[in-house]
T-cell receptor
Framework: SQTIHQWPATLVQPVGSPLSLECTVEGTSNPNLYWYRQAAGRGLQLLFYSVGIGQISSEVPQNLSASRPQDRQFILSSKKLLLSDSGFYLC???????????FGPGTRLTVL | QKEVEQNSGPLSVPEGAIASLNCTYSDRGSQSFFWYRQYSGKSPELIMFIYSNGDKEDGRFTAQLNKASQYVSLLIRDSQPSDSATYLCAVNRYPNNAGNMLTFGGGTRLMVKP
């Protein structure tokens, strides 16, 4: 069976600090990977998606970036966090050729 | 107009009743439709997906799709307090092998009272 991991689970960072969130998927190969953000009381916003190693598509211009250094690893980064970056960051995956997405446990980020 | 719209609720139903959650979408070409359940502080969990007009049943859950009217609904029979959560509707406009960009509604908060 497939499992998706995210870490850290929670993070409190000062404004202007860097960010690195990691997502890994087990039990499948060549998954499509996605980063979403859910701000407090709001819906899910797709940030980035990747269909393969080194292939990143951005949906929303911002101070965040994503990378996929390995087949089942997806990283979300920022060089300088803003207050507006606070939120619940969710990684998701689906199998190529399907569109049923499954979410990881999420990382709750608070920027102070 | 939002692409995927849901009543934010809360929708309050008594235990044992049928809960009816609705979602409308704006893009008539949308192909795939999903319902996720999200407990407070947790990540969304896939409940059902539906691709064709009509009803799809899975246990106590029934998804209904009407592409002509551009709405999808979720019925929960014999509602339990454990069903209390926010239900997210998601739509995939362009299913393909180059990634699937789901558009989510804001969610409907369901409260099932004992």
């Amino acid at each position: 069976s497939q499992t998706i991991h995210q870490w850290p689970a929670t993070l409190v960072q000062p404004v202007g600090s860097p960010l690195s969130l990691e997502c890994t998927v087990e039990g499948t190969s060549n998954p499509n990977l996605y980063w979403y953000r859910q701000a407090a009381g709001r819906g899910l916003q797709l940030l980035f998606y990747s269909v393969g190693i080194g292939q990143i598509s951005s949906e929303v211009p911002q101070n965040l970036s994503a990378s996929r250094p390995q087949d089942r690893q997806f990283i979300l980064s920022s060089k300088k966090l803003l207050l507006s970056d606070s939120g619940f960051y969710l990684c998701a995956w689906d199998r190529s050729g399907t569109d049923t997405q499954y979410f990881g446990p999420g990382t709750r980020l608070t920027v102070l | 107009q939002k692409e995927v719209e849901q009543n934010s609720g809360p929708l309050s139903v008594p235990e044992g009743a049928i809960a009816s959650l609705n979602c409308t979408y704006s893009d008539r070409g949308s192909q795939s439709f999903f319902w996720y359940r999200q407990y407070s502080g947790k990540s969304p969990e896939l409940i059902m997906f539906i691709y064709s007009n009509g009803d799809k049943e899975d246990g106590r859950f029934t998804a209904q799709l009407n592409k002509a009217s551009q709405y999808v609904s979720l019925l929960i029979r014999d509602s339990q307090p454990s069903d209390s959560a926010t239900y997210l509707c998601a739509v995939n406009r362009y299913p393909n092998n180059a990634g699937n960009m789901l558009t989510f509604g804001g969610g409907t908060r369901l409260m099932v009272k004992p």
